[in-house]
């Protein structure tokens, strides 16, 4: 694949989660949050990674909320130059602060430097190989590389589940891509 290809497929998906209606919007990320909490109340993980969500990037506040209420250690990504992430932990969702490239991130400076037991992944497309298509920075290829021994979930709508995306050396395979088909999502048109 090209990286005109690359970049065709970023704005496709960009316009179809664009058109999603509130309504689906709010029941397929209220899943995506219960299920995700399954997952981290059946593991018993202590440590998660997750970003915060921006430009209609499925909504995982409330995921947030509950583990910060259950003394679940919440890390969160601050994007640097060259291609870097600082991760922070958020002790509260009222302390965020804007970032660049519109990105959110803890405002505080506590940064967190230990092992995960749970990343949680954006993405704009995934396959069945588990492989993702980002935004095109390579932030998250570099910290997945660096992050054995936790596992590495991507979530996403329906639609985001292509037939291959493209894959380079760097590249990360998640251990789960997180998808309900059984869900319906229409389209505003």
Request: hydrophobic residues 40%.
């Amino acid at each position: 694949m090209t990286a005109g290809s690359k970049k065709e497929l970023r704005q496709l998906m960009l316009a179809k989660r664009s058109l999603i209606p509130n309504a689906d919007k709010r029941v397929y990320d209220g899943w995506i949050c219960q299920e995700l909490l399954k997952l981290i109340t059946k593991n018993g993980f202590k440590i998660v990674h997750t970003y915060l969500p921006m430009r209609g990037e499925i909504n995982l506040y409330p995921m947030i909320e509950e583990l910060l209420r259950n003394d679940i250690t919440v890390v969160c990504p601050k994007t640097l130059p060259n291609r870097k992430l600082e991760n922070r932990v958020l002790l509260s969702l009222d302390e965020i602060e804007k970032g660049v490239f519109g990105t959110l991130h803890p405002a505080n400076l506590n940064k967190y430097t230990g092992r995960y037991d749970l990343i949680i992944v954006p993405g704009l497309a995934f396959d069945h190989t588990r492989y993702r298509l980002g935004y095109g920075g390579g932030y998250y290829d570099g910290f997945l590389a660096e992050q054995n021994g936790a596992q590495k979930i991507g979530i996403c709508y329906p639609f985001q589940e292509v037939a291959s995306v493209p894959i380079e050396p760097h590249d990360v395979r998640l251990d789960t891509v997180l998808i309900n088909k059984n869900l319906s999502i229409k389209f505003k048109l």
